[in-house]
């Protein structure tokens, strides 16, 4: 079994780890573009976008904090505090454990900022020794970046590790029938990738869903623990759906953010590694980002009978129709698409390679035009 850590790379170069950052940032703000753009087709509904929008907003923010962290890497600081490690191979992304350190520093955020000197002093003091002594400031250059770092966690909204259930009511739909969305979120350690999830469910208990005191945290637990990529949607919904009697999952979605392919940082092999490497793309336009949605649909209900003399709803989920691949998959439909600017396109165009026929291409501009092919 091969050592996943070698698949990891430490961003040790001050300039490399800042680009990278850059390079996220503007990512993130063309996904957002995209998925307005899937609304204005109707492939999303506005609750979609808003939810979608949130996490990925998050999203941001954690690749904010993280690049205060590491602002000074590569640097001589006084100190060794290390550099971003990401996985080169197969994502692209920073690895789960940098977000597993994120949340334990933010449990102790503000113990840190009460003992370091304010932002105002450090860069007086940054000042001072730059005219006094002619040197530069690389340690309170560090330790600035470092309340910076404290001061995003303390904001809060990132998106972390385990990204708990959120439940919003969509609408009454009889006498003690109530219709939600339910979303939650993972960044999955298996793959290094953020997946979002969103389920629409109806719920035929007593007592509505988020004000069920027995119920809901049951549910939150149970989805949580099965927020796996790699996990079928149909597993998923078929456990949700037998462990809770009056609960009936309708449409359940799941989108994977990524991999982020880079010719400048990641080492993926296949076909858009060649056509970045022919693109030769200006720096912040040599990237391409895979997005991939899964979906599974409640096509029946059946009733099953549950104890002496009573019946409980059981959902028939549709699959896949097409080559026998809805067993394969688990899911009832599967879009795959990537996100990446214009000069990669046009090489992706030229090249033709299979596979990419079925797969939609959103071409992004710096003006933030998007174009769908």
């Not at 490399?16 to 940032?25: I, L, P, Q």
């Not at 404290?150 to 009454?172: A, H, I, R, S």
């Not at 030229?350 to 035009?369: I, R, Y």
């Amino acid at each position: 079994m091969t050592d996943p850590s070698h698949d990891h790379a430490g961003l040790s170069d001050t300039f490399a780890s800042r680009r990278y950052f850059k390079k996220f940032e503007s990512i993130i703000r063309h996904l957002t573009r995209v998925a307005a753009a899937m609304q204005a087709e109707g492939r999303l509904s506005k609750s979609d976008v808003k939810v979608l929008t949130a996490y990925l907003m998050r999203l941001n923010f954690t690749f904010r904090a993280l690049s205060m962290k590491y602002l000074m890497a590569g640097r001589n600081t006084g100190r060794f505090f290390g550099s971003l490690a990401m996985d080169k191979r197969d994502s692209g992304f920073p690895v789960a454990s940098e977000l597993m350190t994120m949340a334990n520093d933010a449990q102790q955020a503000e113990r840190h900022l009460a003992n370091m000197a304010s932002e105002t002093q450090l860069k007086d003091d940054m000042v001072r020794t730059i005219i006094s002594d002619r040197a530069v400031p690389s340690k309170l250059q560090f330790a600035l970046s470092q309340r910076l770092y404290y001061e995003e966690l303390l904001k809060g909204q990132l998106f972390w590790t385990q990204n708990d259930p959120v439940c919003e009511w969509l609408e009454n739909i009889g006498e003690r029938r109530r219709r939600f969305l339910l979303h939650w979120a993972a960044y999955d350690s298996q793959v290094n990738l953020p997946v979002i999830y969103l389920m629409e469910l109806e719920d035929s208990g007593k007592v509505a869903l988020p004000k069920d005191e027995r119920r809901w945290p049951e549910v939150q637990a149970h989805l949580m623990a099965q927020a796996l990529a790699g996990l079928k949607l149909v597993t998923i919904a078929k456990g949700f759906d037998e462990d809770f009697d009056d609960l009936h999952p309708k449409h359940l979605r799941r989108f994977h953010v990524g991999p982020m392919y880079s010719s400048a940082y990641t080492e993926q092999s296949g076909p858009l590694h060649r056509v970045l490497e022919e693109a030769e793309a200006p720096a912040g336009q040599d990237w391409a980002l895979a997005w991939t949605l899964e979906e599974l649909e409640s096509e029946e209900v059946r009733e099953e009978r549950s104890g002496w003399f009573g019946t409980v709803e059981r959902e028939i989920f549709a699959l896949d129709p097409f080559g026998g691949r809805g067993a394969d998959t688990g899911a009832t439909r599967t879009q795959r698409a990537i996100i990446l600017p214009q000069r990669p396109f046009q090489v992706l165009a030229e090249l033709g390679p299979p596979g990419f026929a079925d797969v939609q291409k959103f071409v992004v501009s710096e003006v933030g035009q998007v174009l769908r092919y």
